[in-house]
């Protein structure tokens, strides 16, 4: 997991969020998929930075990439 990103049960119920924010990854995902851009994302949040959304896309990539399908008959 990237060092941007931390899961803490105590913060925003153990949803991932970015490092020493409240910030969760998937209000950046929803931005992204929304059609902002990483400098609207970061204007609107000012404590981020572009790697922080970087972090979060890979994140999101990793958790993808870890996901088992099965087919059913």
Do not use: W
């Amino acid at each position: 997991m990237s060092d941007r990103i931390m899961i803490d049960p105590h913060i925003c119920s153990g949803k991932p969020v970015i490092r020493g924010t409240r910030i969760m990854v998937k209000n950046i995902l929803g931005m992204i998929a929304g059609g902002y851009s990483v400098e609207r994302i970061v204007a609107s949040y000012p404590e981020l930075a572009a790697a922080d959304v970087s972090a979060a896309l890979e994140y999101a990539a990793e958790i993808v990439a870890e996901e088992q399908i099965f087919a059913h008959a």
